[in-house]
């Protein structure tokens, strides 16, 4: 398999010089092409599918729904299963999360989570309040519109829109093993990090700054990193100290993804505003929210105006929720959270075999969320150069040999540094996570003999 013009046909496909592979079909933890090769979908298309392909029971659901009524606009009117989709998130979120505002993706979750913010203080302290301001950090991702993108610390994917996103600020992230204060411990690195809040903070003013928005595990900028509990406790304290909303990003992590039903359940901290999406209907139709609190929640609609300036015509229709609803019922009954735990932790077992090979610089994450980082020099982390795309022929060779990965650049500099991430359907069984391995450990010798 090369690297092939994307076919011709009228798609706007996101990358032209891409290879595209027809699908068929999937079924579990696999893709079926047309040309009848089978692939393990090992990152889920972007840690989405956690329930696996071609679900029977979502299928009925989904049809059932559409027989009794597809969509309605949620600004005049509502139906059951919209608010018995909103009880049953409530019931897995942490503390007071318990407000659940629908849109349909994970960037419209970061955009509606900061105009939430915004809004809170504008209800709480008077119009001409001046915090506005969102802290975020260098090695995450919040998504592609243009003020989740203002938060991305991602520099590939900002770089040509530089000049259109807001001058949000940003920190370090807890990126122990790239960790620029040269800490030896993750217990270190998490505390630097999270000083570095405060720091930041007092830089900008407390009273410019409405929110710091976090990953609790990273996603695509820097896969499978996470902190001690020590961080989340540190920064939980610091926005309380300065007046600052908490905003955790569990788009990628939540729904069961790190083994806990929500990242940031590791850590026993309770944010104040969550943006959820992917797992949350796995795949089978868009949908996200951002979850507030009661203090959020009560300031806007009850003590406040009582109208939320914000909402997109999709958000919260009928069908989406209705299976959304159904794919959390599945996950909750199957016990799918718990078996990302377990497979996850087999998983990364496993995964320590992979450091025979000397590009393998570390392997890191929570669950079935796990990143595996390549290296030019394990000892030094120097990392390969662009002109060597590490990644690309990672991904290539893993797809020969029948297992999907989800690739990325930039960790180290915003140019280089290559990586993917691991995040397979959550009911992938022992025997899969073998064979995956298998294949997945073939793909990356196959690197390794290439490039050294």
Request: charged content about 25%; hydrophobic content about 35%.
């Amino acid at each position: 398999m090369s690297l092939n013009k994307a076919p011709k046909n009228n798609v706007f496909y996101r990358n032209q010089n891409w290879i595209y592979p027809r699908i068929a079909y999937g079924k579990g933890i696999y893709l079926y092409g047309e040309d009848g090769k089978k692939y393990i979908d090992a990152c889920s298309g972007s840690a989405v599918a956690n329930i696996g392909h071609g679900n029977e029971e979502v299928a009925r659901c989904y049809e059932e729904q559409v027989k009794r009524i597809a969509f309605t606009h949620l600004s005049r009117w509502t139906v059951d299963v919209i608010e018995k989709c909103a009880e049953k998130i409530s019931e897995w979120t942490p503390g007071d999360l318990n407000h659940v505002h629908f849109v349909s993706g994970g960037s419209e979750a970061t955009e509606a989570a900061i105009k939430m913010a915004r809004q809170y203080f504008i209800e709480r302290d008077g119009k001409n309040t001046t915090k506005w301001k969102v802290i975020s950090k260098w090695n995450s991702y919040h998504g592609a519109t243009l003020g989740a993108l203002s938060m991305t610390g991602d520099t590939p994917r900002r770089k040509i829109y530089d000049p259109m996103l807001l001058a949000f600020p940003k920190i370090p992230q807890f990126y122990h093993y790239r960790n620029p204060w040269g800490c030896k411990t993750l217990e270190e690195t998490s505390i630097k990090a999270a000083q570095a809040l405060e720091e930041e903070i007092l830089r900008q003013g407390p009273e410019n700054v409405a929110a710091f928005i976090t990953e609790p595990v990273v996603g695509s900028a820097a896969p499978g990193a996470h902190p001690e509990k020590i961080y989340f406790e540190m920064v939980r304290e610091i926005c309380k100290k300065y007046d600052v909303l908490l905003i955790v990003d569990e788009v990628m992590s939540g729904f069961g993804r790190t083994g806990m039903k929500f990242g940031v359940d590791y850590f026993g901290v309770v944010p104040d505003i969550m943006t959820v999406a992917k797992g949350m209907s796995c795949g089978y139709t868009p949908i996200g929210a951002a979850i507030a609190n009661g203090e959020v929640f009560e300031t806007i609609m009850v003590k406040g105006s009582g109208n939320f300036v914000h909402g997109h015509t999709y958000g919260g229709n009928p069908l989406s929720c209705a299976v959304a609803l159904c794919v959390i019922n599945i996950l909750e009954r199957e016990g799918y959270v718990e078996n990302a735990a377990k497979q996850g932790e087999y998983l990364m077992q496993k995964l320590q075999g992979l450091y025979k090979y000397p590009i393998v610089g570390d392997i890191r994450g929570k669950g079935l969320m796990i990143g595996v980082e390549f290296v030019k020099d394990r000892e030094t982390k120097e990392p390969f150069d662009v002109s060597e795309n590490i990644k690309g022929k990672v991904t290539i060779n893993c797809l020969e040999e029948g297992v999907v990965v989800y690739p990325g650049g930039g960790s180290v500099d915003g140019v280089r540094g290559d990586h993917f991430l691991l995040a397979p359907p959550l009911n992938i069984t022992k025997e899969e996570v073998d064979e995956l391995y298998e294949k997945l450990e073939r793909g990356i010798k196959k690197t390794c003999e290439q490039v050294l």
